[in-house]
């Protein structure tokens, strides 16, 4: 943060000094006059320097040009900011740049280093990929300036921190955090260092998945097969994942005790749909078409999986949508 400049608080304390000046001196009125201008125009310079300092201070706090790309012809008015993982030789050397890394090391490593909280094997990253700082992989950054927001799933406000508890209770089929934790501080550490080149409160490009039509009906005997040809040599024939020898894995499991419960976003045929058809098969997004991805979709969150209780206090306002599990 930029503080104002000396320069404008010289021309302030200059303006008082001619003030005092002013009333002091006791001149003829001839000469009171022109005091008064000098008060005058020094207010009017503090009063233009002080707003140009201000732009100043907003225009570096903005991201450059060549961070901020256009939406799409039908958003002029906003061209969103775009959103890349900060180099992290930027963290600081100091107690919040280690709760920063502490913060990434549980995003990536969140079944070993969280095993009292996570009840599958899955890690933050699994689905959040790149560090959590991919693009139309509901990327973290920009998200402690965006929440607390309401959400229809609670039917209230949600803080950064409770949206982090619903993926752990209901992604990672686990526990929630204390929300006060030293782990809970470090994931919102990590989300806000990954937030700290992007205004404040702007939705960044990229910000949740691709579009997929949800009018469209999953055939899920065709997903079947195609969860065949394109996903299970990685996932698993039942989408259940391959393990290395300490149970990380070296492809997470999408069904099964290994996976997401079905009160998960995942597990939603629309949303899971969304994800995979921007980013999946892994390194082939935007391969599938959207009935495509519907079908598979459709298929593979229908698998057996975990079982999330209490899940009819969900969408307590009726408005659940139709794809909602029950
Ligand atoms: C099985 C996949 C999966 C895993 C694992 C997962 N999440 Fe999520 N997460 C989602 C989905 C799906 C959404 C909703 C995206 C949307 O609304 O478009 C989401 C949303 C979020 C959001 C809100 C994003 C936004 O744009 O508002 C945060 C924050 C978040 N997850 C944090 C976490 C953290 C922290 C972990 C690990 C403890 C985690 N997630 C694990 C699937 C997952
Ligand atoms: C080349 C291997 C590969 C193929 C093929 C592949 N995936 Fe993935 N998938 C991955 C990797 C790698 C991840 C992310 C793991 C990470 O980064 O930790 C992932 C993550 C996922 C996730 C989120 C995490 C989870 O386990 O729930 C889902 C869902 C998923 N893939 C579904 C699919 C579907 C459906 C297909 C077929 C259309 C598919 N994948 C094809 C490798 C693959």
């Keep these: 943060m930029k503080t104002f400049s000396p320069a404008t608080s010289s021309v302030l304390m200059a303006a008082i000094f001619a003030i005092s000046a002013a009333s002091i001196t006791g001149c003829s009125n001839e000469h009171d006059i022109k005091a008064v201008d000098r008060v005058e125009e020094a207010a009017a310079i ?15 706090d903005m991201p450059t040009a060549t961070e901020v790309t256009a939406a799409g012809a039908d958003s002029v008015a906003g061209a969103k900011p775009t959103i890349q993982m ?13 709760a920063v890394r502490r913060g990434l090391q549980i995003a990536t490593h969140t079944y070993k280093e969280l095993p009292d909280n996570v009840g599958n094997q ?16 509901a990327p973290w950054n920009g998200m402690p300036g965006i929440y607390p927001i309401y959400r ?19 992604s990672m089929n686990g526990k929630a955090l204390d929300l006060g934790s030293d782990d809970m501080n470090a994931m919102v550490s990590y989300m806000a260092w990954l937030s700290k080149d992007l205004p404040y409160g702007v939705s960044p490009e990229g910000r949740g998945f ?39 894995y070296v492809f997470p499991a999408v069904a099964g005790d290994k996976s997401f419960n079905d009160g998960a976003g995942m597990a939603r045929t629309y949303t899971a749909a969304a994800f995979i058809k921007g980013k999946m098969p892994f390194g082939q997004g935007n391969s599938l078409s959207d009935q495509e991805a519907v079908d598979i979709a459709g298929y593979f969150t229908h698998l057996p999986r ?21």
């Design 46 to 60: 503090a009063r233009v320097q002080g707003l140009e300092a201000r732009a100043d201070q907003l225009k570096n």
């Design 210 to 248: 691709v579009k997929v039509d949800k009018t469209l009906e999953p055939d899920t005997t065709n997903g079947e097969k195609l969860f065949a040809e394109k996903c299970s040599v990685c996932h698993g024939e039942k989408g259940e994942g391959q393990y290395n020898d300490d149970g990380t």
């Design 306 to 326: 975990p079982v999330k209780a209490n899940k009819d206090k969900d969408w307590p306002n009726g408005d659940a949508p139709k794809d909602v599990r029950r």
């Design 86 to 98: 900060p180099d992290e030789s930027t963290i600081p050397d100091d107690e919040y740049g280690a």
């Design 152 to 170: 229809t799933r609670a039917g209230r406000i949600n803080t950064i921190q409770e949206r982090i508890n619903g993926c752990f209770e209901r």
């Design 122 to 137: 899955l890690n933050c990253t699994s689905c959040h990929l790149a560090n959590g700082a991919e693009a139309f992989a």
